[in-house]
């Protein structure tokens, strides 16, 4: 991550200059807050001048942004489950890199996850496609035409659940990714199997003995 | 909330003046964002100059963390269980009030609940303490002395998930606040049950006592 030239004596191209700002971002943002993260700090560790940072950025703020939709980028690639996954199948290990990613950038997550930004719309536009995004993942993977009024609610909950977890967890070391994982997997189900039980409807036996499976803490549920 | 003198031609104290200001701010804030909300339109409905408000709060902002900070009052009194309530007895009536208030005040809600301001400490300041106390109250109810990792996880989820829900009831009217109540409260259960199994710990019988009742929809469960 520095401004010299590459092997060869070619200068970096535009693009590989901006990724390479993007990755300085990652690593600063990801460990400090905004303002905790100085202009000139970043120039200096990405090896480039302040008017270069302004071009292709405009400006902190900008890079910042360009920075956290990278890092949901990143999320949601681990997130989609590969060709021939049985629903389910990934949850577990998804939701374990999401909260290992959560504690690789404390920072990031604190910004990204605490309450408190109906204010400010650039991130809201960035992260509120992730939560619908998840939202959709785990409606899929129960089936769509089984997704009432009450999973529905329960599924959104279980969004936020996710990343306070995710925020208990930056003050927990004690508790592993792996854990928490199993958790917010069983959660799921609980959470759904409350809101079937407060319209009167029993849990559906396919997501019982998925349910089942995970608190026994197999690696691979049915 | 006109500036207009009270009968008896009296004019209204500092503190009087202030607090119809503060309800000026709860309506217009609560329905619409902070940018939606003009400077002019607080004065004229609350029949007060310019420089007023400028005295009295600084500025529009000023004026919106005072609301906000009181709408987090309001709540948390609110929250407060009366003397002599059984653990738990209030917890339905106390969701049931935070979601119609969430309905009532659809743009604080978004902006208070929605995830992405670890930009705004002064807004952090405010809700961030909310959060601690409806954990501390929750807990509380449990039993500290019961409350140990894997629960303390469950209920800080469940704090997230409270906030969640409360933002996707305001897009599903035909959900009543009760009915959200009843599936938070034993949402609560729910979530302190799978933590524990993963865990492989039993539910204690009293706590899976109280979440049968809930579930059965009893109004006020032992």
């Known amino acids: ?13 535009r693009e590989a200059r901006a990724e390479a700002l993007i990755g300085v971002g990652l690593k600063l943002f990801g460990e400090r807050p905004l303002d905790a993260v100085s202009t000139r ?19 902190k703020r900008g890079l910042f942004l360009a920075v956290l939709g990278r890092a949901v980028e990143r999320l949601e690639q681990t997130a989609r489950p590969a060709p021939g996954d049985a629903p389910f199948q990934t949850l577990v290990p998804l939701l374990t ?4 990613f959560v504690r690789q950038h404390p920072a990031g997550a604190l910004l990204a996850s605490r309450p408190g930004s109906g204010m400010d ?15 959709e993942l785990v409606a899929q993977a129960l089936g769509h035409d089984r997704v009432d009024d009450s999973v529905a609610l329960a599924v959104w909950g279980w969004v936020g659940l996710n990343e306070t977890t995710g925020l208990h967890l930056l003050e927990r070391p ?5 854990k928490a994982a199993q958790y917010a997997a069983l959660s799921l189900f609980s959470l759904i199997g409350a809101a ?14 998925f ?3 995970l608190a026994e803490g197999l690696p691979r549920p049915p």
Do not use: K, N
Request: aromatic share 10%; glycine share 10%; net charge positive.
């Open 211 to 213: 349910a089942e499976a």
């Open 121 to 135: 719309a650039e991130i809201q536009a960035i992260v509120q496609p992730f939560r619908q995004g998840t939202y």
């Open 196 to 209: 079937l039980r407060v319209r009167g409807q029993p849990m559906p036996a396919d997501w019982q003995r």
């Open 97 to 100: 890199t999401y909260f290992t």
């Open 1 to 13: 991550m520095t401004g010299q030239r590459p092997p060869g004596g070619r200068r970096l191209t």
């Open 41 to 59: 700090e970043i120039c200096e560790a990405a090896g480039i001048s302040r008017p270069l940072l302004q071009h292709y950025f405009g400006s």
């Open 174 to 178: 004690e508790i592993s990714e792996a």
